[in-house]
């Protein structure tokens, strides 16, 4: 939602806080400001609507910005109050200044009270109220720890906040409740941020802060407190990803690299799950006899996670005859689920700290149910909060369009849905392992393939790049990719698509249809393809231009299509991999020839950590 950082220690802090808010700005770039120590210890704040380029520029009238040791930067994505400058983070006095990622809900009545005490606002935002609040309890409590444990104890809401304090120079202060938060301590000093990309330039000794925790930062080092103010002792980790991880290396956009690390992301991702040539999920508390006892299983996630859950349903219940039910994780929240300790409910999640998802997560267990966290960030919310966690293994994704994180979030549906077949006698060892076999080694190549010839692919974005409005229909498992690959082209092309079983367009969509409308059709499986055939003369015969996807070999009649990109020849169950990048290339050529911010589309963020 929001990115924030903080360093103090003994070099410059601006250009690590630049370089950090540059790192986390898939979290959120609609402003990015600073607050900083000056050499007489006042503090600064320094920000600016757009871009952190429009931020650079204005250091430049700051010459505390080269000489500042200490201080806390932020990258915004908006929610209470337009991208303005004056709406940018840091937010306070000349006593306080904070960056926050969240949402206070109870801002308003925050708001009343801080003016009835004589406070005024410049801003329309929530986190000035926040801010003044600190300040507030500031006054009452002269110390800072005191103040911000008071202050948040009035908050509702979410937060992740670093503050600073024109008392206490050289040192930040950060405090969190469902959003993220980590500290870390490099050769020259120490950091906080909301995630670990933005500071692995500097180093890769990190901490988690846990909810409710009170970090104290320093240039010597990072004290934990709990909220009755005691101590808490914690380890440093390793970080697993190194700084390469978050840069774009050779490639122009995160979205491409990432597109081409899927095959290496499938195998790192599956390969830690597989023993004996089977896929075990032990680790996370299930064998046979328990996966064999859930009466009904959900999988409940956002976005692209939701789409993988979709394959998940189809492929589950295909192969073991266990019903799968997918949820969308703002509506599951507050539907009263019928869930008791007989159900199991996986969350899929990226960042592991989406607001619907995690919320989800937490009702599920209060219903009693088992939830199993299917989670690419280490240590995340719902990592951490799940009854069991499968870690997904595609490194930090960069792009705010999930590409890599889809591609094995589908890996482990697959295993999933694998073991539970096998759990239910439904499939035999020697299937099974073949079957494992398959996945981790031929469809990491298929994947391969496509990348080997993606020229075809940003052929046919430049032929259809000027469409106002685009299709993508499917059946079956098809018709489970054609949703992610809607939102893929719609969310960073900016050209509206939509996702339809291919035999239900006739059924009213198909008026939608006119003269030269993309339809992009996904026929991986044959049988269903004459199925699917009639479907695209119906289309065709109404103008629509069809953009045919499917297996080579496949006999397709001419007449049937306007173009044709081959899916390498493959059990069609496997079919949905090679063509989810296909439908994530031609994603991305589209959005390079319309010119559009590919890693960074308008209006969007990563990680979406409020409702
Ligand atoms: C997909 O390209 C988007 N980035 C978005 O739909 C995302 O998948 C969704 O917000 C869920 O995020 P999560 O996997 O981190 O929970």
Not at 296 to 322: D, N, P, Q, S
Not at 351 to 369: F, I, M, P, V, Y
Not at 447 to 458: F, V
Not at 585 to 609: F, Q
Request: charged share 20%; hydrophobic share 40%.
């Amino acid at each position: 939602m929001c990115g924030i950082i903080g360093y103090t220690g003994s070099e410059n802090a601006v250009p690590r806080l630049l370089e950090g808010l540059r790192t986390l700005e898939y979290r959120g770039y609609d402003s990015a400001g600073i607050a900083i120590f000056s050499e007489k210890n006042s503090l600064t704040g320094i920000k600016s609507k757009g871009r952190i380029e429009n931020l650079e520029a204005k250091l430049s009238y700051f010459p505390d910005a080269s000489v500042s040791h200490c201080g806390i930067g932020h990258t915004r994505w908006a929610t209470h109050g337009e991208p303005s400058d004056i709406n940018s983070h840091p937010h306070g006095t000349p006593r306080v200044y904070i960056v926050h990622n969240g949402i206070i809900e109870n801002y308003a009545e925050l708001k009343d009270f801080l003016i009835s005490q004589g406070y005024t606002f410049s801003s329309q935002t929530d986190t000035e109220a926040a801010a003044l609040m600190i300040d507030y309890c500031y006054n009452l409590t002269q110390n800072p720890a005191d103040a911000i444990l008071s202050a948040v104890k009035r908050f509702k809401g979410s937060y992740a906040i670093g503050a600073v304090f024109s008392s206490e120079p050289g040192k930040i202060y950060a405090i969190r409740k469902d959003n993220p938060l980590i500290a870390a301590i490099s050769s020259d000093g120490c950091f906080i941020a909301s995630d670990l990309p933005a500071v692995l330039k500097y180093t890769d000794n990190y901490m988690r802060i846990d909810e409710g925790e009170l970090a104290v930062v320093e240039q010597s080092g990072i004290k934990i407190y709990s909220p009755d103010k005691t101590e808490v002792k914690r380890d440093f980790k390793k970080a697993e990803w190194d700084v390469s991880c978050a840069t774009k290396g050779e490639y122009p956009h995160f979205m491409l690299k990432e597109i081409h690390e899927e095959p290496t992301a499938l195998f790192q991702t599956l390969y830690p799950i597989i023993s004996d040539g089977m896929p075990n999920f032990d680790s996370a508390g299930l064998n046979d006899t328990r996966l064999k006892k859930f009466k009904k299983i959900y999988v409940v996630a956002c976005g692209t996670a939701m789409h993988a859950g979709l394959v998940g349903k189809f492929i589950a219940e295909k192969m073991a005859r266990v019903p799968l039910e997918v949820e969308i994780a703002s509506e599951f929240r507050y539907k009263n689920p019928i869930l008791d300790k007989t159900d199991m409910v996986i969350i899929i999640s990226q960042s592991g700290e989406t607001a619907d998802s995690l919320a989800a997560l937490r009702l599920a267990k209060q219903c009693g149910a088992y939830t199993l966290g299917v989670v690419n960030v280490p240590g995340s919310s719902v990592a951490r909060e799940a009854d069991g966690v499968i870690y997904t293994h595609a490194g930090p994704e960069i792009a705010v369009a999930s590409t890599k994180a889809y591609t094995v979030q589908l890996g482990i549906m697959y295993l999933f849905a694998f073991r539970l077949a096998y759990a239910h006698e439904k499939m035999d060892s020697s299937q099974l392992r073949k079957y494992t076999q398959e996945l981790i080694t031929s469809v990491p190549e298929l994947i391969h393939k496509i990348l080997d010839t993606q020229s075809e692919c940003a052929a046919i974005s430049k032929k259809y790049k000027n469409a106002h409005s685009a299709f993508f229909i499917g059946r079956g498992l098809d018709y489970a990719l054609s949703s992610e690959a809607a939102l893929k082209l719609k969310e960073i092309s900016y050209i509206h698509s939509e996702a339809y079983a291919a035999g239900e367009l006739k059924h009213g969509t198909l008026s939608l249809v006119c003269e030269d409308t993309p339809v992009f059709a996904f026929a991986g499986c044959a049988d269903l393809l004459d199925k699917t055939i009639s479907n695209l003369r119906e289309v065709r015969a109404r103008g629509g231009k069809v953009v045919l996807i499917c297996q080579q070999g496949f006999q397709v009649p001419s007449d049937s299509y306007d173009d044709i990109l081959y899916l390498p020849s493959c059990d069609q169950m496997f079919t949905i991999f090679p063509a989810a990048t296909i439908a994530q290339l031609i994603a991305y050529y589209t959005s390079l020839e319309l010119g559009r911010d590919i890693d960074r589309p308008r209006n969007l963020a990563k990680s979406v950590t409020v409702e």
